[in-house]
């Protein structure tokens, strides 16, 4: 097998089979292909005039040997990841979450006949997406099952995106799992992949089902209330009052499981306070980003995305994170009287707006405490101020960008009364406000300054009518459970802190990566 690489197509054609033959044979100057499939596949829009796709193939062609002069023509190295094969545990495992880290943890576990018993506190999806929807639509918050808590975990209610600037050969692992379980096959090779809620929900039950089917548990609506650790070493987790011994206990909770670090903290787990960011939810027209990033080539293309950073004169860092073309901005709550937002696209991307997180990094010296948890406390204020200025309901405060950078003669002119093409699309509804009433100083400082930053590398970022909805609070975890590298933690012989809300990843696919990790030191493969 051979590796073309960095091939160049007009973003105006279509990308055929055909074309991809054609192209190839010119390349290596052969008259026949046996086979070939796409490795790759990007967008260079640096050049507003000239914008195209860059492609990679593998091709399959006879006497490859003579082919190994071309430019940009390699043999194809296997390097592919190989799964563990055997368990040789003494007794079940049993993994707490079942977001993207349990899940894959649980699911190479049951590969091998480990049988592991997964404990998830919400619901399974089909459940879980009732609940969602009721939320949304009227207010009604279920603090068990909700868009941070149930099968799949915070990402089956996102944009499903499967980037990640993590260089490990279990990625392509989790992306193959992906597509084997009815995700979409160009997740393969794509540049920036992504899956869609709509399409996550099929995949998170197929792995559930095969789970199942390996003789592992999923025991939905069912959270850990405690782990007995004697001596400096679990022996078991409880559930609704009952007792399960347990040797190994892999932790992969997510961000978002406040009680469950608390009682840990409790029960001297160690663990630190983390830098993290918070901020707002930023909402555009997907038309204006389209034409910033593609000009006249839009037209020929999907929604466009960015991706923005900029280091701030006033020594802070922003960040654009979790951009979803064609999306929405939800309600995201996982505790009463507190107003949570993300950002959701599904496959198509085919809304009318175009959202991502606008954070501003906050440093262990802004949470005001030694605590551990005390960066949790700090996401509580914001949050518990956010609901206050939505006027209850789980309503969010929003605020043009035109009102809170104070752009001078223009304040105000954006209302309701005027919502045409382009209105906030965050459930169950909104409220105009100051946002700056909710943030300290220093985060006001910063969001504006990086909104100024940021309109100077896409146009129209700053755009006065862009809206701000708050609080984007749950973008990473303020918490990491210290473990060595072994994956277990520094003082709890049989505790494996994984994933996102452990503070060992930043999305679903590092995440997932971490719980195969987890998985292969719970078998003693690490």
């Known amino acids: 097998m051979l590796k073309i690489s960095d091939i160049k197509i007009s973003a105006k054609c279509e990308i055929t089979k055909a074309l991809l033959f054609e192209k190839a044979k010119k390349i290596l100057r052969c008259g026949h292909i046996n086979s070939l499939s796409i490795a790759r596949k990007s967008v260079d829009a640096r050049d507003k005039s000239n914008v195209f796709y860059v492609v990679s193939l593998f091709v399959d062609v006879d006497n490859e040997e003579r082919f190994l002069k071309i430019k940009n023509v390699s043999p194809v190295k296997n390097n592919a990841y190989t799964p563990p094969d055997r368990s040789g545990l003494s007794s079940r495992p049993v993994v707490i979450g079942f977001g993207p880290a ?59 995106k499967l980037t990640t600037g993590i260089k490990d050969k279990r990625c392509r692992y989790v992306l193959s799992q992906l597509v084997h379980f009815g995700a979409p096959n160009e997740i393969l090779y794509e540049a920036k992949p992504h899956i869609g809620t709509d399409r996550l929900v099929d995949v998170v039950r197929g792995v559930r089902n095969e789970i199942i089917s390996l003789g592992g548990e999923i025991r939905f609506d069912s959270r850990v209330e405690d ?56 909402e555009h027209p997907q038309e204006i980003i389209n034409t910033a990033q ?33 999306g929405v901005v939800t309600a995201s709550a996982s505790e009463e009287m507190s107003v949570v937002t993300n950002g959701m696209s599904y496959y198509s991307r085919n809304g009318k707006n175009a959202n991502s997180a606008l954070l501003i990094g906050i440093n262990t010296d802004d949470f005001g405490s030694e605590y551990a948890l005390s960066g949790v406390e700090l996401q509580r204020r914001l949050e518990r101020k956010a609901f206050e200025a939505g006027g ?29 093409s382009f209105a906030p699309s965050y459930k169950p509804g909104v409220k105009f406000t100051e946002l700056r009433d909710i943030f300290p100083d220093f985060m006001n400082e910063s969001l504006e300054l990086a909104i100024y930053e940021m309109d ?10 862009a809206i701000m909805t708050a609080v984007e609070s749950r973008s990473s975890s303020p918490v990491r459970i210290t473990r060595d590298e072994s994956f277990v933690s520094v003082n709890t012989e049989g505790l494996y802190p994984c994933g996102e809300g452990c503070g060992y990843a930043g999305g679903i696919m590092s995440a997932a990566v971490d719980g195969v990790k987890c998985a292969e030191a719970v078998l003693g493969i690490i």
């Open 102 to 160: 349990g899940m894959f943890c649980a699911l190479v576990l049951a590969r091998v006949g480990a049988r592991p018993i997964v404990f998830e506190r919400g619901s399974a999806v089909e459940k879980r997406q009732t609940a969602v929807e009721n939320f949304w639509q009227n207010g009604t918050l279920d603090t068990s099952t909700n868009v941070q808590f149930g099968e799949g975990g915070a990402g089956t209610f996102s944009d499903g």
């Open 227 to 282: 782990i007995v650790i004697e001596k400096g070493k679990v022996r078991a987790v409880v559930c609704e009052g009952k007792e399960y011994p347990a040797d190994s206990v892999v932790l992969a909770i997510g961000h978002s499981a406040r009680d469950t670090f608390e009682m840990l903290c409790k029960k001297g787990v160690d663990m630190c306070r983390k830098p993290f960011a918070m901020g707002v939810r930023i």
């Open 294 to 326: 593609y000009g006249e080539f839009a037209k020929y293309l999907p929604p466009a995305d960015y991706k923005l950073a900029a280091h701030l004169k006033n020594g802070r860092s922003a960040y654009t994170f979790c951009m979803c073309p064609g």
């Open 392 to 420: 209850g309901n789980y309503n969010a405060p929003v605020q043009r960008v035109g009102d809170f950078m104070r752009y001078p003669g223009d304040r105000g002119s954006f209302m309701p009364d005027a919502w045409q």
């Open 456 to 465: 100077r590398k896409i146009e129209g970022f700053g755009d006065k009518n």
